[in-house]
Nanobody, 121 residues
Framework: QVQLVESGGGLVQPGGSLRLSCAAS????????MGWYRQTPGKERELVAR???????FYADSVKGRFTISRDNAKNTVYLQMNSLSPEDTAVYYC???????????????WGQGTQVTVSY
């Protein structure tokens, strides 16, 4: 059984910073793309950033220059450093990973439980 466990959310003032972490555990052969998504009530979940196992990154336009995604392959962990936060960044942030299980031919997508990020005075 594979689990993604997120941590690091919370309340921060506008202009502040937060760092999210997501650790994958379980019987995995490899972890390919890892990413962060976010969702607000009444809206679809949207991609924030993603990173390949080789370190190539992609960012949504709304977070470019403010957020940085990174990963530690030895720890099966992905991070999201969020700087210059604004109230528009308030959302539940979800970790996502495409994982190849031992004995499988194809990746399966896994999601974390979500962590709330609130940007407010």
């Amino acid at each position: 059984q594979v689990q993604l466990v997120e941590s690091g959310g919370g309340l921060v003032q506008p202009g502040g910073s937060l760092r999210l972490s997501c650790a994958a555990s379980g019987s995995m052969f490899s972890i390919n793309v890892m990413g962060w998504y976010r969702q607000t009530p009444g809206k679809e979940r949207e991609l924030v950033a993603r990173i390949t196992s080789g370190g190539s990154t992609f960012y949504a336009d709304s977070v470019k220059g403010r957020f940085t995604i990174s990963r530690d392959n030895a720890k099966n962990t992905v991070y999201l450093q969020m700087n210059s936060l604004s109230p528009e960044d308030t959302a539940v942030y979800y970790c996502n990973a495409d994982i190849l299980l031992r004995g499988s031919l194809f990746d399966s997508a896994y999601w974390g439980q979500g962590t709330q990020v609130t940007v407010s005075y």
